[in-house]
């Protein structure tokens, strides 16, 4: 089977760069009939209860309709999109599925804010303390005195505990790691909707003369557009993948960012494994730290350079058919509607659910296969068919992983269907397939562990360091 592994639909950042002001009131934004929101919420429901094989594999339903419950009585008078969007997706966060989710309604900031602020602080954020630490002014004529790595306590009075635990309630995913990251590239949108802080920040840090403060002010988005510094070109860094040598230890980097666009990875892959043999070079590091997904197929096509044996990434995929689901198919211009794939599936009864098992793929015999040392390096942004790929390498010992857990898991929903709230017209995604990878249990609802567990942002280095010393495992 080919499947396309989904992705969560956003782009996310490491450092804060998408942050929106909100000068204008909350009267300018359309507002809906509590009613009429209220039907929105049953629409939700029902669609993602029709549609998930299994939505409450991790939420108790009982606890979700209680949440919802709750959510209903709280609709008291006409609500806009944002704010109803801030008391439905927490609930919609508990089922702990990435794939399922409420989209925020971004289009509807950048309408009311056309020139939005940007916190002029480059923050990272940690699901363990330190919570938030500084990295930089955003702006290198800016004068901040906060030491370099030092730890952000608060935000005007929230602490950044409480910040980050709160970003993570109002975002979807499997694991807080990604969560956090993913939300933490919002956070204007945050603390404006979570706590009513606008364009000026009292940030209270740690130094070694004690805990200090700072008043900030934001910067707007035109006018750090002028500022900035003219960045060089950087086609080479957004490639979905691209090939570094180090001839000093006879080793290959592979970064890889996307599982996209099969031709162009077949040509990219033959080459760099003809000239990795060529230069007889014996170690490879595949770096998927950054890689969200995309389509297992070029998985496939990737491990064929690997594996000693026939293969699979996946051992079963369940199927869950609906209305949605088949509408998606329908409406997508790559379904060959005259097939006979096509006709059984349509006539598939909604709401029925199928297992199919994968087979084994044959081993390609490939004059330029890889039989040397092979490093994974991981973190928990490595998600869906990156995951999946590293699993299939842990699985079948064809080389070491190096960094953090995947945040994509090795039992795991996906395959989105899309669709809008009657009302609002919000957009909602719902998984409709399981997939369970090869050498995971039925309820390893979790990420590749790696074996040799080093923070993400050092595993390259850590890599490297073992290759130097001559410190590294051999691949069993």
């Given at each position: ?43 939700l429901i029902k669609f993602i209860e029709d549609t998930h094989p299994d939505p409450y594999y991790q939420y108790p339903k009982d606890s979700f309709y209680r949440d919802i419950a709750d959510v209903r009585r709280q609709i008291t008078g006409p609500l806009s999109s944002l704010s109803f969007y801030q008391l439905i997706e927490p609930v919609i966060v508990r ?300 699985h079948y010992k064809l080389g070491k992983v190096v960094g953090q857990e995947t945040g994509g898991l090795i039992v795991s929903f996906g395959d989105i269907i899309t669709t809008q709230l009657p009302v ?53």
């Amino acid at each position: 089977m080919i499947s396309l592994r989904l992705c969560l639909p956003f782009m996310f950042f490491f450092v804060i760069c998408a942050n929106f002001s909100f000068v204008k009131g909350q009267d300018q934004q359309q507002k809906f009939d509590p009613e009429k929101l209220k039907s929105d919420i049953d629409s939700l429901i029902k669609f993602i209860e029709d549609t998930h094989p299994d939505p409450y594999y991790q939420y108790p339903k009982d606890s979700f309709y209680r949440d919802i419950a709750d959510v209903r009585r709280q609709i008291t008078g006409p609500l806009s999109s944002l704010s109803f969007y801030q008391l439905i997706e927490p609930v919609i966060v508990r089922l702990e599925d990435g794939h399922t989710d409420l989209a925020m309604p971004l289009s509807e900031f950048y309408d009311l804010h056309p020139d939005p602020f940007r916190i002029p602080a480059k923050l990272k954020f940690s699901v363990s303390r330190p919570y938030i630490s500084y990295q930089g002014p955003i702006l290198p004529d800016l004068g901040i005195p906060i030491p370099v790595n030092g730890e952000i306590l608060s935000i005007n009075n929230v602490s950044s505990k409480d910040l980050v635990n709160d970003i993570i309630k109002m975002t979807s995913g499997e694991s807080r790691e990604f969560r956090l990251a993913l939300g933490s590239s919002f956070l204007q949108f945050h603390l404006k909707q979570l706590y009513n802080i606008d364009s000026s920040y009292t940030i209270t840090y740690a130094s070694d003369q004690g805990i200090k403060s700072i008043a900030l002010a934001g910067i707007r988005e035109k006018e750090f557009n002028r500022r900035k510094p003219k960045e060089s070109n950087t086609t080479g860094a957004t490639s979905p993948y691209s090939l570094k040598l180090i001839d000093s230890l006879n080793t290959a980097i592979i970064d890889f960012r996307k599982f996209e666009d099969k031709p162009s990875f077949l040509r990219f892959a033959d080459s760099t494994f003809s000239l990795v043999k060529e230069r007889n070079f014996d170690k490879i590091i595949i770096d998927l730290r950054y890689n969200l997904g995309g389509e297992s197929e070029i998985g496939d096509e990737f491990l064929q350079y690997f594996v000693r044996s026939a293969f699979t990434q996946y051992t079963k995929v369940v199927t869950k058919y609906s209305r949605l689901q088949k509408e998606r198919y329908k409406n997508n211009a790559n379904t060959d509607r005259n097939s006979s794939a096509f006709g059984v599936m349509m006539d598939k009864k909604n709401g029925s659910i199928e297992v199919e098992n994968y087979e084994l793929i044959k081993r390609k015999n490939l004059p330029n296969r890889f039989n040397g040392q092979l490093f994974i390096l991981t973190s928990p942004f490595t998600f869906s068919s990156a995951a999946d790929f590293t699993q299939a390498v842990h699985h079948y010992k064809l080389g070491k992983v190096v960094g953090q857990e995947t945040g994509g898991l090795i039992v795991s929903f996906g395959d989105i269907i899309t669709t809008q709230l009657p009302v609002t017209g919000m957009e909602l995604t719902i998984s409709h397939n399981l997939y369970h990878n090869i050498g995971a249990q039925e309820t390893d609802f979790r990420g590749v562990i790696p074996d040799h567990p080093v923070d993400y942002r050092d595993a390259l280095k850590f890599t490297l360091d073992l290759i130097k010393n001559h410190q590294t495992p051999r691949n069993d």
